[in-house]
Every structure is written in C-alpha cells, then in structure tokens.
C-alpha cells in the first residue's frame, strides 16, 4: 500500500466507476477524491500487488483523529477479485490501524446485498454491529448499509489464530 497521488486518480474514479463496482459504493468526484490528499483525518491509499500487475485496487480510511480512536474503512475497491487482494489489503489495513495508530476500533458498512464483501470481512473477523434499513435512495431503490466492526482485543485474538 502507498499513499495515492494525482497520477493515480485516473485509475480511482475508472475503478469505482466500472460496473462490477459502482452498485457496491456511492463514487466520489476527482476533486473529493483529491481533497482527502490534504485531509489530516483520512488516509488515501492505492493497492499495488508486488509482481508485475501493477495497482490492483484502492482504500480510504477516516477518522485517524478520532476522540474515540475508532477508524472508518471508508472505502475498499478491488479490481482483481478471487485473487486474494482484497483480503491481504485488509490485514495490511487491521495492521496499521490496530498496531501503529492503536486504534480501539475499525468499522465500516457495506451495502447488504453486497454478499461477497461481506463474506471476506466476516472471515477476516469483521463483526456484524446492525442494519441501517433503506437508509441510501439510490436510483429510486432504497437500500441499507451492514454496519460491521473489529475492536482491537479482537484483532489480537484474529492475529493470533493467524
């Protein structure tokens, strides 16, 4: 993982805007996009796998200046899917969080019919916290958001079953 920059931003919103994408997130303009760059509280980063395959995907965190020291999975998108990125992404993501910024807590929310992300986050120890029900109109559609979380205690123990 590196911190994103202009150059990247190409990439992101083609991401985020291609079709097995764009239903799972609410895409963000280039200029929000490039406005977490100057964000103190978020981090912006770009997945880049180690061989030649170049960027495989991209995250955004939020909340690094919590009070409460909980840290927001903003965001996750994967190009390469059933490749393992996704969740190697994650233990680099719970690593930083929980080791570096001594976090208390990681959540996010993924949309419910979103089953394939939320299978990998519940492997990766994600608990289930509620439902926000029809709280996004999307097209016309309501849709609700699976509010899931780690706590740190939790990530020790996911680390150590390893």
Known sequence: MRHTTENDLDFVLSTEQSEENSRFIIPWSMEKHASTF????????????PDETGIVG???????????????LTRIVITEK???WGKKA???IKEWVFEEREARRLWLDVKEYNTRARHVYEA??????????????????????????????EYADWKKKG
């Not at 965190?61 to 840290?71: C, E, F, M």
């Not at 990766?124 to 899931?148: A, N, P």
């Open 38 to 49: 100057e964000d103190g509280d978020m981090i912006h980063a770009v997945l880049e796998s």
């Open 58 to 72: 991209y995250a955004i965190l939020s909340g690094l200046h919590n009070p409460n020291d909980s840290v927001e």
């Open 82 to 84: 059933g490749k393992g």
């Open 90 to 92: 994650l233990h680099l």
């Open 124 to 153: 990766e120890g994600f608990i289930v916290e509620g439902i926000l029900r029809d709280c996004l109109k999307t097209d016309g559609e309501y849709e609700s958001l699976v509010l899931m979380s780690m706590l740190a205690h």
